[in-house]
């Protein structure tokens, strides 16, 4: 039973956490009352100053956090806050406090101030297209609304409470990408994106009722045990089978439906590339940094409920999704679209590491990938702003010279994405340097290199337990300690059995293209000779818009393994993670922990480590002239390139199936409804009318009445037929009386 | 006081039904502001007795009653004789004039307090002709709604459920659109069929409860026959006094394959109309279903659920489906209507508790949200003559603030979190999953409602509100002294709903907390108690 604690009762960084939250909400609140008399700057300023201070409360809290031990972080966590009774289910509402929780909060703080910064200097330029009619406020409110919605999704401790900001973050992603309205584009994107995604909730819906009918508790620690617990009596969840797989595996598929969602992943990958319509920090802030990383969040909260069987499917899915989005994104010629599908390519690289089960390194991609995206999606604002609402590349070129600053940004971030570095082996005590992308990718391709290739590295490494502590990278020795999945469930018979190959393989031929395009994209926009001079002439950058640049370019540098990753390893072991396990699983668990040795990160640097150089190269190569060499290639090749461009044709097939399909049935059901359902209503109306008629006309005019009438005119005819003898003709009198006796007679004899 | 403030919700609208009949025609101009008087009294009426019941219930239990008053009204049969006793019957039947609310009715009780009120002053501007009938039938309407919920006998309730068909019927026949005469008949005659199966129900009901507990006078007190003797009331008797009572109040709600008079009744009705019979009226189905066919023939309730929730289901997504093809969007709307009432008969059906309390709210936010719908649209109508989705476009532009309530008013009727809709839709399929009688399929099936449910009203909101304006030449029409976008007035009707849209979707705890215990006690019981009776049976029959 859940217990009830008033809010007051919250411990310290509770509060904290929970005043980050409510000031965006507060600042929602007063943009949406009386955000119109605020006006132009000043409205994103309030936005700006909401952010900043949750951002740093959350700092605070991440200090306080650092200095507290074991137990004082446990006894850090209150009892959650009764929010509804549903029939006798109580359902209750907290703060899930964790490191993941905390260095969440804090980096989609960081990095929402920095946008919301840019946002001011943009959307001035940006709002002012209805009508004369300043749509800058509202701008303003959304995010605000957005802010208060992602932080709530970090914080929740409930999967209902996850759900409810989960859908509200969805909300305003609607709102947003819908922003230009007025343009028939960007309405029908906002409403596929949300129907796209309705389609994922649709799903998590369905599993989150299986977790309520199955667990009864949707609480996150709560059904975690719930879990262990059907686990060990071997429950309904696991001896029940469906289609092959048990119940359990189901219920983690259908959860994780919503984060193919949210997250973008094949199939419902298609949304999030015509989300580009809305504006570029939107671009930036929800569809690349934050929202779309709420899936990979999703998934590590729901880990401990995906049995090995699930988070197979995970990993599958990540895997297709990084394929296909990669190769798409190397032939667009649009500057955000090339980083939308280069977003959807990261966010596959991490649900496969969730898939293999490299939990922390998976985290540690969002937390890197959320920097260097978002400095990418802001510099190609900057550059989009700078030349006039100009999205093509084809028409850029050489705009370093007007943007220096921009370009310099981009660069970083590219090197980041590109997981440029140093790889160990050739650095003295193997001590690799390198920036984000390069720790947190190359963990990922380890841990998939672990599962697909078994324990040998393993049992030939260093016997060093789990955890952050024994293996640091500054000890040397082992390279990398993997996210490791303390909470596989040992029994399960596919535990130890490896992964498929290419699960490892792919991503590591998709690691040699990611370098490529995102150089290329580079390349056209800054490099090179200009390709448009009317583009080039007006190019500009300001000062506002490149300031939250260099800081998010910094984040990109700093956010690397020494400062990040240690955060979230630290949220591993949480209470969260463990409570799904008794003693006897964990150290189950240890001993299955995947620890990526020394040998294995050689062997793996051995085959990407020079990936950026290899992709850069390449596409040094074909870009350096400008578009020439490309056009040629992609003549020479042109079914692939069609192919490519056309995205898989996905949207064609998707409008062909699904559309199409939904549109016949709805046809057919209103025609049904029109024609069988209402035509049948009619049909016993017109019987009734019919019946009515017989009866009224026929029987009641022409039987009843006619009876009545009948009877009258039988009477009648019968007083004329009596009368008729009566006439005095003494003749008939005599044959009346001769029959009647005659009769008489006949009647006696026979008788 | 309680007994005061519930029979002047019942009876002040009827008295001044006749007022404003009988107004001299040189005083028309009186009639809207009089009837709009009245709704204030209802709806003050209605607030004082919201806060009632949570004490009441504290005092004596969950099955307290606020403001219950009773008569009897018609008694036939013989006498006894002493003078003493003159007035205590010794056969015959009785119909008494019982009111009383409980936990169950005041949600229900409270809408339509707020309904009323708002569904006369939208009608300020588009009612110009018979100004004075048009706000007696209101009033009358009135009468009908309140009676409906207030009644605690069983005939009573009848009485005044057929009592509301025939304020509507002239309502839509008269005030409605192109086909208001059709229209009008069709929801009068299929309505009005199915009640008199009911009805037969109902007698056939308080005929065997006299004589199942051998008493000579006959009547119809709603807990007496809700707590008859399972063992006697045969199952077979019961599935057919379902099936009964089903004809009457499935078609009230109207329940697929029975629907097909509802959208059509919506179309053409007067906007006030429509938010009535969206809000309300459609809830004398499911409430008569969750008053009557679930505690008084549970064992007839447990043989049909799953037929009951096949038919919800399908409802559901046919309901939505239709939806989409709509181009009229008040038709739109109405279809809605029909997917959501089936989300209600799911989570009625589930027999499971959160599932009865899912399904409770559910009238309450489908009454809020859909007759919020009714009302923007018809102030679209008003300016625009007409309602066509390919006509209109763009309308953001234009009216920023209908665009703002259309689109708080759709996400609420799509189930947004935070916003009222979602808490009764979760609950409804959490409830389905739940069920020992429903199960999962029918939870999963009804889960991809949700997702319909947003293609559609998303779909029409695009159409409506975005993209490039669309408006038929020489609109928007401001003769009756409107704006281009809402006026003061308008923005008075929406607010209260949107608020209330937004303070269920964070507190339904307001609701719920009585509603449980009251669900508990009075209706689950009697359904867990048929459950028990049945497996005795199974289980002593090999």
């Given amino acids: 039973m859940v217990g009830i604690a008033h809010p007051t009762s919250m411990s310290n960084i509770e509060q904290l956490l929970v005043a980050g939250v409510l000031i965006p909400l507060a600042s929602f609140l007063i943009l949406a009352l009386c955000g119109y008399r605020l006006g132009k700057p000043l409205a994103g300023w309030v936005a700006v100053l909401a952010i900043a201070s949750s951002c740093v409360l959350s700092a605070a809290a991440l200090v306080k956090w650092h200095g507290l031990d074991e137990a004082g972080r446990l006894a850090a966590r209150s009892a959650p806050v009764l929010w509804a009774y549903l029939g006798s289910v109580p359902l209750a509402f907290g703060v899930n406090l964790d490191s993941l929780t905390l260095i969440m909060f804090f980096m989609v703080t960081l990095v929402s101030t920095c946008i919301f910064v840019f946002s001011v200097g943009y959307m001035a330029g940006h709002s002012d297209e209805i009508d004369g009619l300043s749509k800058f406020h509202r701008f303003f409110t959304y995010l605000s609304l957005f802010g208060f919605s992602m932080l709530l999704l970090l914080i929740a401790d409930n999967l209902l409470l996850l759900f409810i900001s989960w859908e509200l973050v969805g909300l305003c992603s609607y ?40 667990l009864g508790d949707l609480s996150l620690s709560g059904a975690a045990q719930a879990f262990a617990g059907q686990w060990q009596t071997h429950g309904p ?46 671009s930036a802030l929800i569809h690349a940094a934050t929202m779309v990383a709420a899936g990979v969040y999703l998934t590590a909260r729901i880990f401990v409920l995906l049995t090995p069987e699930a988070q197979l499917f995970v990993a599958v899915i990540g895997c297709i999704t990084l394929t296909l989005a990669a190769l798409v994104a190397m032939v667009q010629t649009d500057i955000k679209k090339v980083l939308a599908y280069s977003t959807i390519s990261q966010l596959g690289y991490m649900m496969l590491g969730m898939g293999v089960g490299a939990w922390i390194a998976a985290l540690f991609h969002l937390l890197t990938h959320a920097f260097f995206k978002a400095l990418m999606f802001l510099g190609s604002g900057q550059v989009i702003e700078g030349c006039h609402h100009e999205q093509d590349m084809r028409k850029m070129g050489g705009l370093w010279r007007k943007m220096p600053v921009t370009c310099g940004t981009f660069l970083v971030g590219v090197l980041a994405i590109a997981g440029a570095g140093i790889p160990a082996i050739w650095m003295p005590n193997h001590t690799p340097f390198g920036l984000g992308g390069y720790f947190s990718k190359d963990e990922i391709l380890a841990v998939a290199y672990h599962r697909v290739y078994g324990e040998e590295n393993v049992a030939a490494d260093a ?33 130890n059995a490896a992964l498929p190959p290419w699960l490892f393989w792919i991503p590591i031929i998709i690691a040699y293209i990611t370098p490529f395009y995102m150089l290329r994209a580079w390349w056209l926009t800054f490099m090179g000779k200009p390709r448009d001079h009317h583009v080039y002439d007006h190019a500009h950058e300001s000062p506002l818009m490149y300031l939250p640049l260099v800081v998010l370019a910094l984040g990109t540098f700093f956010s690397s393994y020494y400062l990040f990753r240690p955060l979230v390893a630290d949220a ?29 990160h050689a062997a793996l640097a051995r085959i990407v480590g020079g990936a950026f150089v290899v992709g850069f190269f390449v596409a040094w190569v074909l870009y350096r002239r400008g578009l020439g060499l490309a056009e040629k290639l992609a003549t020479a090749l042109r079914p692939v390139h069609v192919l490519l461009s056309h995205k898989f044709f996905f949207d064609e097939f998707y409008g062909l199936v699904f559309v199409g399909g939904t549109m016949v049935l709805k046809a057919v059901s209103y025609a049904f409804d029109k024609y069988v359902v209402d035509a049948l209503v009619n049909l016993s109306a017109l019987v009734t009318e019919r ?26 005819s019968l007083g004329g037929l009596a009368r008729s003898p009566q006439v005095g003709r003494i003749r008939n009198y005599i044959l009346f009386a001769a029959g009647s006796v005659a009769v008489v007679v006949l009647w006696m004899a026979f008788a | 006081m309680d007994v005061l403030a519930l029979n002047l919700l019942i009876f002040l609208p009827l008295v001044a039904a006749v007022l404003v009949w009988t107004l001299p025609e040189r005083r028309e101009s009186l009639a809207p502001k009089l009837a709009l008087a009245v709704g204030c009294v209802v709806l003050f009426a209605g607030a004082w007795l919201w806060p009632r019941l949570p004490a009441a219930m504290g005092d004596r239990g969950a099955g307290a009653l606020v403001g219950e008053l009773k008569a009897d009204w018609i008694a036939v049969g013989n006498r006894d004789g002493t003078s003493e006793a003159a007035t205590t019957l010794t056969n015959g ?132 026959l809700s707590a008859l003797s399972l063992k006697q009331l045969t199952t077979a008797e019961q599935s057919l006094l379902f099936l009964a009572f089903f004809a009457g109040f499935a078609i009230k709600v109207p329940l697929f394959p029975l629907h097909t008079w509802l959208p059509l009744a919506h179309t053409e009705a007067p906007t006030a109309g429509s938010v009535l019979l969206a809000g309300v009226l459609l809830k004398l189905g499911t409430y008569g279903f969750l008053r009557f066919s679930l505690p008084m023939v549970p064992a007839g309730t447990l043989e049909w659920a799953r037929v009951m929730g ?63 719908l ?42 947004l979190p935070g916003l009222n809709g979602f808490v009764s839709e979760f609950a409804v399929l959490l409830a389905a999953f739940n069920s020992e009688v429903l199960g999962r399929w029918y939870g999963a099936l009804g889960a991809t409602g949700i997702l319909l449910g947003a293609v559609y009203m998303l779909y029409a909101t695009g159409k409506l509100l975005f993209g490039p304006v669309k408006e038929p030449a020489g609109t928007p029409d401001l003769s009756a002294g409107l704006k281009r976008d809402l006026t003061l007035r308008e923005i008075a009707i929406l607010t209260p709903i949107a608020i209330l849209v937004v303070v269920l979707g964070i507190a339904p705890r307001l609701v719920t907390d009585t509603l449980d215990p009251a669900l508990q006690t009075q209706v689950l019981a009697r359904v867990q108690e048929a459950s028990a009776l049945a497996a005795a049976v199974a289980g002593g029959a090999p």
């Fill in chain 1, 691 to 716: 019946l009515s008629w017989i009866s009224g006309t026929i029987l009641d005019q022409g039987v009843v009445d006619g009876a009545v009438n009948g009877v009258g005119r039988g009477t009648w």
């Fill in chain 2, 374 to 415: 009714f009302l923007v649209v018809g102030m679209l109508y008003e300016r625009y003559h007409t309602r066509d989705l390919d006509a209109l476009g763009g309308l953001a532009r234009q009216m920023p603030i209908l665009a703002f309530f259309f689109v708080l008013f759709v996400l609420s009727s799509i189930g």
């Fill in chain 2, 310 to 372: 096949g038919l919800a289901v399908a409802g559901i997504i046919y309901g939505a489906l239709c939806c989409w093809v709509q181009r009229d969007v008040k038709k739109l709307v109405a279809y809605s209507s029909v997917s959501h009432l089936a989300f209600c008969m799911l989570g009625m059906f589930s027999l499971v508790p959160v599932g009865l309390s899912g399904s409770v709210l559910y009238m309450v936010n489908h009454g809020l949200s859909t007759g919020a």
């Fill in chain 2, 93 to 224: 039947f009785v119909l008494r004039f019982h009111v009383g609310l409980d936990a169950i009715s005041m949600p229900l009780i409270a809408l339509t307090a707020l309904l009323v009120p708002l569904s006369i002053w939208c009608s300020f501007t588009a009612i110009r002709k018979r100004q004075r009938e048009y706000y007696a039938w209101l009033l009358a309407l009135t009468t009908g709604m309140f009676g409906v919920f207030a009644a605690r006998d069983l005939l009573l309730f009848y009485v005044f459920f057929e009592f509301t068909l025939v304020p509507l019927y002239f309502l839509i026949g008269v005030w409605g659109g192109p086909e208001r005469r059709y229209a009008a008949n069709k929801f009068f005659l299929f309505t009005f069929t199915g009640s008199v199966l009911t009805f037969a129900g109902i007698l056939y009901l308080a005929l065997r409860a006299a004589q199942i507990d051998h008493c000579s006078v006959i009547d119809f007190d709603l807990l007496r």
């Fill in chain 1, 175 to 214: 709102l947003l990408i819908g922003f230009y309205f007025h343009k028939k584009s960007a309405s029908t994107a906002a409403i596929k994106a949300f129907v796209t995604n309705r389609v994922g909730d649709c799903g998590f819906i369905i599993g989150l009722g299986m977790a309520y009918l199955y």
């Fill in chain 1, 463 to 495: 016997p060093v337990g789990r955890g952050e502590a024994e293996a640091s990278p500054h000890t040397g020795n082992t390279a990398v300690v993997a996210g490791a999945a303390p909470i596989q469930n040992p029994k399960s018979k596919i535990q």
């Fill in chain 1, 572 to 600: 591993a072991p949480t209470p969260f993670l463990t409570a799904a396990f008794d003693g006897e699983a964990t150290e189950a668990a240890d001993a299955h922990g995947l620890l990526i040795g020394h040998t294995t």
């Fill in chain 1, 237 to 282: 969840l696991f001896s029940q089978t469906f289609l092959g797989l048990n119940l359990a595996t189901w219920m983690g598929i259908l959860l994780f439906c919503g984060a193919i969602g949210k997250s973008a992943q094949f199939p419902l990958h298609v949304w999030l590339p015509d989300a580009m319509e809305g504006p570029t920090p939107v």
